[in-house]
């Protein structure tokens, strides 16, 4: 019995560090401006979340993990947890984001979804493999705010 029982909890132990396959991504935003840019995520009318990125820096803003190891990034965005994301430079200039004209019908400036420097969709990201291992894959989204997007939200 304690043969059988040691097997047993041995077997438990080693076959609970096998480290199952995932894959995971990491939304980066970086500021390649001169100003400091507001982040706000929104759920119709309410806030879900808000961060600033510095003059000449980035952020992690979100990250994500699915089980199973792929080869491809596939986008989620679970880090807006929203259905638009305005954008704020230098507290005054605005524009909004969203992953599709037909939700909204106010008055802020957007960006044309069919734009690849929309945020809410994956071809404003440039995307590259951070680290690979064995048993999984990590994926770098990075979003890169220009001086270009800053002269757009001024206009």
């Known amino acids: 019995m304690n043969k059988a029982f040691s097997i047993i909890l041995l077997y438990t132990l080693f076959s609970s560090c096998i480290k199952e396959e995932s894959t995971n991504h ?9 100003v400091k ?44 947890g ?3 994301i305005l954008i704020i430079f230098e507290d005054k200039y605005e524009v909004l984001h969203v992953p599709n004209k ?3 019908s106010g008055i802020r400036k957007t960006i044309d979804t069919n734009s690849n420097r929309i945020i809410v969709q994956e071809k404003g ?22 001086e270009a997007d800053y002269e757009f939200a001024k206009q």
């Open 26 to 34: 990491e939304y980066i935003m970086e500021n390649k401006t001169g």
């Open 37 to 80: 840019i507001d982040i706000i995520s929104y759920t119709g009318s309410t806030v879900i979340k808000e961060t600033s990125i510095n003059p000449n820096s980035s952020i992690v803003y979100a990250g994500d993990s699915f089980r199973g190891k792929h080869g491809k990034a596939n986008l989620f965005f679970p880090g807006y």
């Open 82 to 84: 929203g259905d638009s």
């Open 102 to 104: 037909s939700i909204y």
């Open 125 to 146: 990201y440039e995307i590259s493999i951070k680290k690979e291992t064995r048993k999984s894959i990590t994926f770098e989204a990075v979003y890169t705010f220009t």
